[in-house]
Nanobody, 122 residues
C-alpha cells in the first residue's frame, strides 16, 4: 500500500477555482489507479474523479466539464483541478489509491488519505 497526503483545500467563493494535490509515498505509485472522493456533513462519501495507471479518466456527472484529474508520476502526485466551484461542492475531499483497475466506488480502494476541506461560499 501507499501513504497518501492531500493538500490544497481551502475557502473559495462560488465561481472560483482550487487545485487539490494528492502526494504519495512509494516507488510504485505509477502502478496505482487514484481516485478523488468527497464527503459532505451527513452524507455518504461520493465519487468525484479517477485516473488509471495509464492515464484514462472518469468523472462523476457533477464534476464533468468543471474538474480535471491528472497525474505526474515523476512527482508521485495526482491533482484535481476544480473550476467554477459551487456551494454544493463543499465537502472533505479524499484521495484514494489501488493497484486494481479503474473504479468509482470507495470499497475498491485500499489506501486513503486523511482528507482536505473545501468550502465554497455563495
Amino acid at each position: 500500500q501507499v501513504q497518501l497526503v492531500e493538500s490544497g483545500g481551502g475557502l473559495v467563493q462560488a465561481g472560483g477555482s482550487l487545485r487539490l494535490s494528492c502526494a504519495a509515498s512509494g516507488r510504485t505509485f505509477s502502478s496505482y489507479a487514484v481516485g478523488w472522493f468527497r464527503q459532505a456533513p451527513g452524507k455518504e462519501r461520493e465519487f468525484v474523479a479517477v485516473i488509471s495507471r495509464g492515464g484514462d479518466t472518469a468523472y462523476a456527472d457533477s464534476a464533468k466539464g468543471r474538474f480535471t484529474i491528472s497525474r505526474d508520476n515523476a512527482k508521485n502526485t495526482v491533482y484535481l483541478q476544480m473550476n467554477s466551484l459551487k456551494p454544493e461542492d463543499t465537502a472533505v475531499y479524499f484521495c484514494a489509491a489501488d493497484q486494481g483497475t479503474i473504479a468509482t466506488i470507495p470499497a475498491a480502494f485500499g489506501s486513503w488519505g486523511q482528507g482536505t476541506q473545501v468550502t465554497v461560499s455563495s
